[in-house]
């Protein structure tokens, strides 16, 4: 059975700067006064809190911003993915490849409806999903394969659409990629276009509380160009219609409302992101012991979360002594992000069976990413960029590998 490893590091008491942010952009005196207005118009018993209207608003300007024909609300990321994959109707060994390096939530989907959750093993420099290994796993019962833009690091859809038109499905011809973008909202691709808009059958959103942009700690949308996707997603989330299966899945009036007011700063955010990212990036650009994120311009990467790669001799003890000495000894909070769900995952874990991807491991046993946040002033961020530089010099005098 899995096992969740304790805590890395183990030492959080001291930390002056938190694992990570639990809030991913900012808020303004812009959303206090939209939430005024609502609440002001909204305690007229003949207006009350129906969301029709300020949903539609968010839609079309999210629709808009992304360059896409439809954009559809939901009251989570997660419920928005579950409801897409609903969509296909998986029957039993219809198979859904993921990347092993990904949030849980998008492999719980996946089995959750009825599908047969495929592992890949992530690219070793983007750590977004390889497409070459991705054609590995890919069979003639492959349905659909999910591309996450993975911490933000928008990837090339390009490949995968490839492989779907070289495999189809027997029955329903080439899988759809589905594209998760709860951490790359805003981002473009290589050629400028938006993330949203980049071929993908559909791209989901999430605007959780530590997402690029919030609305009120939980939210999602959907964005694709197929209308009959549209329309039943339209009617999953509202009880069915009249005719049909749904559930209550609806955006309130008030995230729509702050949404509205963070979507029309969301750039502006990010760019304050990529600032602080690529100053990190530079700073540490002459560390030998570490792996940095590439630094992209033009919202190619949004560094939702700033990875860092420790040498394969350090895997696993080593970073996790890292990790330790940046709380210990600097209050520097970091985390893990996302190693295979199967390690602690015990649903996951029995869906899978032995598969393994052992690049995705040994790659999440290297990986540390230190708290990083736009609204990082230029001391903290030099601080921080100071901690990092000192706890791996520490680590590189004091660790001997035990194999």
């Known amino acids: 059975m899995p096992t ?14 938190p694992a990570e942010p639990a809030q991913g ?33 968010f839609e079309a300007s999210f629709a808009h911003y992304t360059g896409t024909e439809h954009a559809v609300a939901f009251n989570s990321g997660g419920t928005a993915m579950e409801m897409v994959l609903r969509h296909l109707t998986l029957e039993p060994g219809d198979e859904v490849i993921s990347c092993a390096m990904q949030f849980v939530g998008p492999h719980l989907a996946v089995i959750n409806q009825g599908g047969r959750l495929v592992l890949a093993e992530p690219d070793p420099v983007s750590l977004n999903l390889d497409p070459v290994d991705t054609e590995r ?11 996450t833009h993975w911490n933000g690091a928008v990837a090339d859809l390009r490949p995968f659409l490839d492989l779907a038109a070289r495999h189809p499905h027997p029955v329903h011809g080439p899988p759809v990629v589905i594209v998760d973008a709860a951490r ?7 050629a400028g276009t938006r993330v949203g808009a980049d071929g993908a059958w559909a791209t989901v959103f999430s605007f959780e509380s530590k997402k690029l942009m919030t609305t009120l700690g939980q939210g999602g949308m959907v964005t694709t160009g197929d209308p009959e996707l549209a329309d039943r997603l339209r009617w999953l989330r509202t009880y069915g219609g009249t005719q049909h299966w749904g559930t209550n899945q609806l955006m309130t009036k008030a995230q729509a409302a702050v949404g509205l007011v963070q979507l029309e700063r969301l750039d502006a955010m990010n760019q304050a992101r990529i600032t602080v990212a690529h100053e990190r990036g530079r700073v540490l650009a002459d560390v030998p012991e570490l792996t940095l994120p590439p630094l992209l311009d033009d919202g190619q990467h949004l560094y939702y979360r700033h990875n860092l790669l420790v040498p394969d001799a350090w895997a696993g003890e080593g970073r996790d002594r890292l990790m330790e000495v940046l709380a210990v000894r600097y209050g520097v909070g970091s985390i893990i992000s996302d190693r295979p769900a199967y390690q602690f995952h015990r649903h996951v874990a029995e869906h899978v069976g032995a598969a393994r991807c052992p690049r995705a491991d040994r790659l999440a046993a290297r990986l540390l990413c230190p708290c990083l946040h736009p609204q990082m002033s230029p001391a903290e961020q030099a601080e921080i960029s100071d901690a990092i530089r000192g706890a791996t010099a520490e680590v590189a005098r004091t660790f001997t590998p035990t194999c």
């Open 4 to 17: 969740d490893r304790a805590t890395v590091p183990h030492s959080t008491s001291g930390l002056r700067w």
């Open 25 to 57: 952009g900012w808020y303004s005196a812009a959303e206090h006064r939209a939430i005024a207005r609502l609440l002001t118009a909204s305690q007229d018993w003949r207006v009350g809190f129906k969301p029709a209207e300020y949903v539609a608003r």
């Open 137 to 147: 796993v890919m069979s003639t019962r492959t349905r659909a394969i999910i591309v």
């Open 184 to 190: 790359a909202c805003g981002g473009r691709t290589a």
